[in-house]
């Protein structure tokens, strides 16, 4: 079967293909418009559609759009209900609606070819639930899932269990209640752009003090079903509301950290009630904008019941167009096989690098090694611009389009985020090799993806003190050599000359725009950035080469 998943209702527009049960493909809207998320989640956007990745799913699997055997849309408008009815203050969801009704015939418009006939919706959270459910390393027993998000059709929020590929729904919250909702009101209060910015409360939470706490758990509450009930919360009262370039006081931190510590604990209370109504299922799956909170992630795996805690990648709504794929494909007769990584956007081979490089005239050499070129770069404190094989799905740079850097220069966070013109509380993170993972952190382990953080051990926080955050933690990505031979080998090199196992790794873009994709975005970042050597696949390009840097 030949399923291509749509997501375009809310925010984050991406496409998906899934090809007898396999995916082949799947990538964001943003990373070809370069609008960042690709659009504002709002009413009047719903008709939007991720046109441009859906054609490359399909021409880079060399499918014809008339040969789909099924479109599958990520909401389903007849689960819908008036906003009002909801307890939404949002008179205009009825539009969002509208067009939701309206998605076939706007793909067949964008897909020419394409019949109506064939776009089936899925719930939302459903697709959701699939994009954890089915995606996740075979388990050998039953998965729980738990998917947690701003809103949905009618709801914010599903508990069940996939068995043999099924999924047994247990409990969904119903609107208006929501802990996604909740953040992206907390983080408009702090001045930051809801529905984007809420890792940057994550982060601004670890200065503060969790003061508020009391008062949070009396009006964000879980319930003897599986819910949760969320109080109107008058902020104000708590922290004065900031604006976008106001002063950052310790009372924004208080009250950030007091809403991530309750946001913690109710997740904890959920999976724990999860874990009991599914009969004890070893793994739990998670998925939804809250499951990007790596933080709250990290406690459910090291407090909860379950032997494994997996997250999708692309776990906020981009990811629904994967799940909406998944399930229709298990629905239509195929067994899902799960991913082996996020590197499922676009690629460039070397004769196309290398042609883009001649066309913009810059000088170039193939190192024997670009790996150990970079770790020499990197030894010498320089910043690389890494771009290598194809983009990841999902928000995290895991090592194919990445920023990295020194993290033993304890000024290396403040060059980073200069470099990419972000505020300074912002952390950065590291990658390591797998097998040295062990000796440098405390936490979950593999995490291949960068969705937990782990406990830096403390004779190793002064030895990498740039990519170990204020309150002793770092986001890790564990690097393995079988599916991350470069990366592997630059770790190895870099070692063999400073004796750190670790690098830092960053998104390779600049504050407010996507991720870079494409070969030519990676050399208009370099040129305007203070980047030290630009890895583009085997071929390196060095500041110094254009008479400027080290």
């Given amino acids: 079967m030949r399923v291509l998943g749509i997501n375009a209702i809310f925010h984050d527009p991406a496409a998906a293909l899934v090809v007898d049960g396999t995916v082949v493909a799947a990538a964001e809207e943003e990373r070809f418009s370069r609008r960042k998320h690709g659009k504002r989640p709002v009413p009047f956007s719903a008709w939007e559609l991720p046109e441009l990745s859906a054609a490359w799913c399909l021409a880079s699997a060399g499918i014809d759009v008339d040969s789909l055997d099924a479109v599958a849309y990520s909401f389903d408008p007849q689960l819908c209900r008036d906003a009002a009815d909801l307890g939404l203050s949002d008179p205009w969801d009825w539009l969002r609606v509208d ?152 009372d924004h931190a208080d009250l950030a950290a007091s809403v991530q510590a309750r946001l913690e604990e109710i997740i904890l209370d959920l999976s724990r009630w999860l874990y009991d109504a599914s009969g004890g299922a070893g793994t739990l799956a998670m998925a939804g904008g809250v499951a990007l909170n790596c933080v709250a992630n990290a406690r459910i795996a090291a407090e909860g019941p379950y032997r494994d805690v997996w997250v999708q990648p692309a776990a906020g709504d981009a990811g629904t167009a994967l799940g909406a794929a998944l399930h229709l494909a298990r629905e239509l007769g195929d067994r899902c096989v799960p991913m082996t990584g996020a590197d499922l956007g676009r690629g460039w081979s070397d004769e196309e690098l290398e042609a883009e490089l001649r066309r913009a005239a810059l000088p170039y050499t193939r190192p024997a090694s670009i790996a150990a070129e970079a770790a020499r770069v990197l030894a010498d404190n320089g910043i690389v611009a890494w771009h290598q094989g194809r983009s990841e799905y999902g928000p995290r740079a895991l090592g194919h389009r990445s920023l990295l850097a020194h993290p033993g220069d304890p000024d290396t966070t403040r060059r980073m985020n200069d470099v990419k013109g972000r505020e300074q509380f912002r952390p950065i993170a590291p990658m390591v090799r797998a097998e040295r993972f062990a000796e440098i952190f405390e936490g979950v382990y593999p995490s291949p993806y960068m969705l937990f953080v782990h406990r830096v051990k403390p004779e190793w926080q002064d030895r990498i003190p740039a990519v170990t955050h204020v309150d002793g933690t770092a986001r890790v990505q564990t690097v393995h050599p079988d599916t991350a031979p470069a990366v592997a080998e630059l770790l190895a090199e870099f070692e063999r000359l400073t004796g750190l196992p670790v690098v830092v790794n960053t998104s390779l873009n600049t504050a407010g725009r996507p991720m870079v994709d494409t070969p030519r975005e990676a050399m208009e970042l370099f040129g305007s950035a203070p980047v030290d050597l630009l890895a583009l696949g085997p071929f390196a390009v060095h500041r110094r080469a254009l008479g400027g840097g080290r």
């Fill in 99 to 250: 067009y939701a009704k309206r998605a076939p015939q706007f793909l067949a418009a964008a897909l020419p070819r394409l019949d109506p006939e064939k776009v089936r919706f899925v719930p939302h959270h459903v697709a959701h639930a699939a994009s954890a459910g089915l995606a996740a390393p075979p388990a050998g027993d039953d998965t729980a899932v738990l998917v947690l998000d701003g809103r949905g059709e009618v709801a914010s929020h599903l508990a069940g269990v996939y068995r043999d590929g099924r999924l047994s729904p247990l409990y969904a919250q119903q609107l208006p209640h929501s802990l996604g909702l909740l953040y992206e009101d907390l983080t408009r209060h702090l001045g930051f752009l809801h529905s984007s910015d809420e890792y940057k409360v994550m982060a601004l939470a670890s200065y503060g003090t969790p003061k508020h706490l009391g008062m949070l758990r009396e009006l964000v509450r879980v319930t003897d079903d599986g819910g949760f009930h969320v109080e109107r919360i008058d902020w104000a009262s708590m922290a004065k509301a900031r604006t976008a370039d106001g002063e950052m006081t310790d």
